[in-house]
């Protein structure tokens, strides 16, 4: 999974272009840019775009954003959801291992109630938004076989830190911003969990997305969310792992099962060991997951 793009459910035309928009996860959210009125129409809508597509072997993966744990409005959006059998649940302002735990039961006691295998609903946590957050980025390890991958967020954040801007003059995150994104990575790698850089909301300015989606795959997040389906093309290219990355890593493995007691090996006169050959192992890992080479 290279782009996951964010789609309000209570907008049925934005729901269909999402499907069309070559994103390899459409993210129904029914958080933040659905408002408290519509919160109900939009969980239809998601649960009615579900039955049609979910079902379908050719289509995007499908996860719905609910709302927060504390929010009081998390059961009656999975109450609508379950039902329709997400690939997965975004879960926003998740604070730790601890917020996986408790989603991942009102999940299980779900799919019991709609005959779905347990486990089968996967959980991606949102793992930045809330200041008590980033203390507890280190607990996401075994929380829970759901989960699936970690993302962050910089607008919840800076709202709760008080701050005037999350970017500076050049657009760049400014540092409290960088902590959480590195915090995420570092939660995402400890959790053995695909790494997914948050979103650019200037979407007219694709060099800019472009800039910051190669930076995230230079750190080793391998996926970016996109608000804006014109983001979705760059994403995926700067996400595609490339031949040449796929052949080195092959290489490495093979030299490394080749002489199964070297610590470093050489090829083509670059060093080789252990660390590159788990790099290599997961590289391959993941274009075998995705299926993209
Ligand atoms: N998913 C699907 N379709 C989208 C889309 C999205 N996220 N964003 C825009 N589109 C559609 C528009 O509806 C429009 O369709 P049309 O040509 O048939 O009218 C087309 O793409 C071009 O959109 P554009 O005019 O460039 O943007 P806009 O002003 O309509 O929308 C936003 C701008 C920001 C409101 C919109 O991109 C959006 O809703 N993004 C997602 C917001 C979100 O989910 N936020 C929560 C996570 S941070
Ligand atoms: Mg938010």
Redesign the pocket.
Known sequence: MRSL????AD?E??LA??LD?GADAVIL?LE??VVAERKAAAREAALAFLRQHAPRAQRPRLVVRVNALDTGLTDADLDAVVAGRPDAILLPKAEGGASVIHLDAKLTAREAIHGLPEGAIKVIALATETATALFVCGTYRDASPRLSGITWGA?DLSAELGAETNRDARGQFTSPYMLARNLSLAAASSARVQAIDT?YAD?RNIEGLRAEAEEARRDGFTAKMA????QVAIINAVFTVTREAVETARAVVAAFAADPTAGVVAIGGVMYDRPHLTRAQRLLARVNDAGTS
């Open positions: 793009l964010f789609v309000p907008s035309k934005k272009k999402g928009s959210d933040d840019s607008e979103v979407f608000i804006h389906p014109a």
